[in-house]
């Protein structure tokens, strides 16, 4: 069984920052690329950075330069790093990953349950 799991969520201050991690654990033979989402309230959710097992990353243009992804192949980890956090930042933080389990079986994209993060003065 694979399972997705986030941490490092929690209440900040605008201007401050804060780092998520996602770990990937279970019967996994391959983990390709991860991403991390942010689903706010009332919006759709968004897609925010995705990083390759090269570790090419994309990002979205709303957060990037104050955002940066990392993965560490070796610990199944990717982290977000966010910096100079605003208000509309505030959601509920999902990591998503493309992982193959072992035996044989094929592909499939995971999500995890996600983490929250509040930006408010």
């Known amino acids: 069984q694979v399972q997705l799991v986030e941490s490092g969520g929690g209440p900040v201050q605008p201007g401050e920052s804060l780092r998520l991690s996602c770990t990937a654990s279970?019967?996994?033979?391959?983990?390709?690329?991860m991403s991390w989402y942010r689903q706010a309230p009332g919006k759709q959710r968004e897609g925010l950075a995705r990083?390759?097992?090269?570790?090419?990353?994309e990002y979205a243009e709303t957060i990037q330069d104050r955002f940066i992804i990392s993965r560490n192949n070796d610990r199944s980890l990717i982290e977000l790093q966010m910096n100079s956090l605003k208000p509309e930042d505030t959601g509920v933080y999902l990591c998503?990953?493309?992982?193959?389990?072992?035996?044989?079986?094929?592909?499939?994209?995971?999500w995890g349950q996600g983490t929250q993060v509040t930006v408010s003065s």
């Open positions: 998503h990953a493309r992982i193959r389990p072992r035996g044989g079986l094929p592909s499939s994209y995971y």
């Open positions: 279970g019967t996994i033979a391959h983990l390709s690329e």
């Open positions: 990083i390759y097992v090269n570790e090419k990353t």
